[in-house]
Nanobody, 121 residues
Framework: QVQLVESGGGLVQPGGSLRLSCAASGSIFSIIWNMGWYRQTPGKQRELVAVISRGGRTNYVDSVKDRFTISRDNARKTVYLQMNGLKPEDTAVYYC??????????????WGQGTQVTVSS
């Protein structure tokens, strides 16, 4: 099994910042896997926010490209999402995702439980 522990969500005002963290563990997890973040709001399909490969290649949804930064620490088996300039439209449950690389736009097989991000004033 693979366990993904997410943290960093919360309530912020528009223009604020949050940093999400996701720590992976378990015997199946491999450092070669992609790591990333998806988000979902009621009535909408889960969408890719950002993903990063072991070598540092990244892919972002267009709406966050100039505001969010994904990074990873392979020694800690942790992926981060720095979110700046948050907008109400960013409000969603954010899910950590990891898995064997099949392309930066293809989700892996393992998901975190999700962490709520709410942007409101």
């Amino acid at each position: 099994q693979v366990q993904l522990v997410e943290s960093g969500g919360g309530l912020v005002q528009p223009g604020g910042s949050l940093r999400l963290s996701c720590a992976a563990s378990g015997s199946i997890f491999s450092i070669i896997w992609n790591m990333g973040w998806y988000r979902q709001t009621p009535g909408k399909q889960r969408e890719l926010v950002a993903v990063i490969s072991r070598g540092g290649r990244t892919n972002y949804v267009d709406s966050v490209k100039d505001r969010f930064t994904i990074s990873r620490d392979n020694a800690r088996k942790t992926v981060y999402l720095q979110m700046n300039g948050l907008k109400p439209e960013d409000t969603a449950v954010y899910y950590c995702n990891v898995g064997f690389p099949r392309g930066l736009e293809t989700p892996g097989d393992y998901w975190g439980q999700g962490t709520q991000v709410t942007v409101s004033s």
